[in-house]
């Protein structure tokens, strides 16, 4: 195992977690089937073969769903368990698939649970070997290794959400999503209103409002580049909540001088009301679900 560890330094997928529990429910979260595969993005069923002795390695399939009703197999086996007397625990395994519509063909890792002030470090290691030769060497080093990577990671952050919050999973990748479409809407929304009526395509509406607000129209450029940042820093902060959290004020703040100075452009078919409070609404869903979303970046890469 020495060997392993020095091996995932410089190969290999490496994800590390603090958990904030105890070592035995991190334990039972990832050592029961049935509770493995609600939070590991991996996994869709894991069932466990009957146990000729009861020496004998644990052999288990596993079925991963890629969309489309499509369930891609495969196969493993717990090559041994091991407790240290410092508390930690080790669980090393090997898996195979020969599912052709799998990139992985064979691999090997560990699972190795380490008691700290605290909780508990959970990490993993684990490296395999693709089919379909160079093709598949050049497809799994440009894209499914780093989304294989990034999944782990997600799911081992989710796992943290369940034991230390009490966040059941399934509701864990529902706010995943809700946040990743409020924040895009909002990012995308930014970005248009400052590319398109201000940078790109000057509107009248857009001086003329300036102007009822008392401001000057050569103003416009400027404004349109500060839109253009605030769509640009609410995709680069994704993990930052306040970014979302001022928002809906600068919403606000930009709505009450179009309906103080220029009210007859608040009754228009596309006009500010609408725009600005649904920017303020999606940035307030993004905020109250990011709070209960996992996030990949969360967890160590490097050992």
């Known amino acids: 195992m ?3 560890g020095k091996t995932a330094q410089t190969s290999g997928i ?3 977690s603090l958990i904030c529990g105890s070592i035995e429910d991190v334990w039972s979260h ?16 894991i069932e466990y073969l009957p146990k000729a002795r009861e020496s004998d390695p644990q052999r ?3 079925a991963t769903k890629i969309g489309l009703g499509i369930d891609v197999r495969g196969e493993g086996e717990s090559r041994g368990e091991r407790s240290s007397a410092d508390g930690s625990r080790t669980s090393a395994l090997k898996f195979w698939s020969d599912d052709w519509r799998t990139l992985i063909r ?11 002030d605290g909780g508990v470090r959970f990490l993993t290691w684990y490296d395999y070997r ?7 060497w050049v497809v799994d080093r440009l894209f499914f290794r780093p989304m294989i990577g990034w999944a782990t990671a997600w799911s ?11 966040v059941d999973p399934g509701l864990a990748a529902r706010m995943a999503v809700i946040h990743a479409v409020s924040r895009i809407a909002v990012a995308f929304t930014w970005l248009w209103q400052g590319l398109m009526p201000k940078l790109l395509f000057p509107s009248a509406d857009e001086k003329l409002m300036m102007t009822a607000a008392g401001l000057s129209p050569s103003l416009l450029p400027l404004i349109g580049w500060i839109e253009v940042f605030f769509g640009f820093m609410t995709v680069i902060l994704w993990r930052q909540r306040w970014i979302l959290m001022i928002q809906p004020f600068l919403m606000i703040a930009a709505l009450l001088p179009v309906v103080w100075t220029a009210r007859e452009y608040t009754v228009a078919a596309f006009n500010p009301v609408t725009l600005n409070t649904g920017m303020a609404a999606l940035a307030i869903c993004g905020y109250i679900a990011s709070g209960i979303t996992p996030h990949a970046s969360r967890c160590k890469r490097r050992p």
């Open 156 to 166: 081992f952050d989710r796992l943290r959400l369940w034991i230390e919050k009490g």
């Open 106 to 116: 064979e691999g090997s890792g560990y699972w190795r649970y380490l008691p700290v």
């Open 130 to 136: 693709v089919r379909y030769g160079a093709v598949g």
């Open 2 to 4: 020495q060997n392993a």
């Open 14 to 16: 490496y994800v590390e």
């Open 60 to 62: 288990f399939l596993y």
């Open 30 to 45: 990832t050592q029961t089937p049935a509770i493995h595969e609600q939070w590991d993005l991996r996994f869709s069923t």
